[in-house]
T-cell receptor, first 118, second 110 residues
Framework: NAGVTQTPKFQVLKTGQSMTLQCAQD?????MSWYRQDPGMGLRLIHYSVGAGITDQGEVPNGYNVSRSTTEDFPLRLLSAAPSQTSVYFC?????????????????FGPGTRLTVL | QQPVQSPQAVILREGEDAVINCSSS?????VHWYRQKHGEAPVFLMILLKGGEQKGHEKISASFNEKKQQSSLYLTASQLSYSGTYFCGTVIQGAQKLVFGQGTRLTINP
């Protein structure tokens, strides 16, 4: 198993550009999520999904879109990049019993994407 | 809804004990603990469900006080490898999302 993979590992954007951060998992996990990590701010939840076709907002969703067309993939789209979106982005996945029991399982994190917006 | 961790940073000598606290203003279903080394992804330590159970290994354990909506992580006889940032994550009762605190940086010196 490759686990949770993220691409790219590094990315530099100019203000106003758009891009998609890719996240894929091969563990058949139903629950997937995106976090951003900034110094002193911890891990902040952007969006999450409890299964294919179902997504919901986290704590800091503004400026980001997600979709979940398959169980394996959960891409994060930056619509119009801003310097405030400079951060390290982590994707995570876990088992979710009937879309409810994400709480009882380990979150597997991807290696992260370091994004800089100039 | 972000849980609050304390302290924000701890510096210890090898062999000393540490306690990291996590509290929420909402009724919790579960508490998760993760450790992150610099430049790496967070790594799972343990999960505690409502019911006040205590879990862990002999040197790293945690408790969950359901009445107070608080959890504590205990690191006993710390080793150099314990250095890193510790995060607690919480799931509020009735919710599905896992929300993390701001982290506690633990430094272990020889």
């Amino acid at each position: 198993n490759a686990g949770v993979t993220q691409t790219p590992k590094f990315q530099v954007l100019k203000t106003g550009q758009s891009m998609t951060l890719q996240c894929a998992q091969d563990m058949n996990h139903e629950y997937m999520s995106w976090y951003r990590q900034d110094p002193g701010m911890g891990l902040r939840l952007i969006h999450y999904s409890v299964g294919a076709g179902i997504t919901d907002q986290g704590e800091v969703p503004n400026g980001y879109n997600v979709s979940r067309s398959t169980t394996e993939d959960f891409p994060l789209r930056l619509l119009s990049a801003a310097p405030s979106q400079t951060s390290v982005y982590f994707c995570a996945s876990s088992y979710s019993l009937n879309g409810l029991a994400v709480t009882t399982d380990t979150q597997y994190f991807g290696p992260g994407t370091r994004l800089t917006v100039l | 809804q972000q849980p609050v961790q304390s302290p924000q940073a701890v510096i210890l000598r090898e062999g000393e004990d540490a306690v990291i606290n996590c509290s929420s203003s909402k009724a919790l279903y579960s508490v998760h603990w993760y450790r992150q080394k610099h430049g790496e992804a967070p790594v799972f330590l343990m999960i505690l469900l409502k019911g006040g159970e205590q879990k862990g290994h002999e040197k790293i354990s945690a408790s969950f006080n359901e009445k107070k909506q608080q959890s504590s992580l205990y690191l006993t006889a710390s080793q150099l490898s314990y250095s890193g940032t510790y995060f607690c994550g919480t799931v509020i009762q009735g919710a599905q999302k896992l929300v993390f605190g701001q982290g506690t940086r633990l430094t272990i010196n020889p």
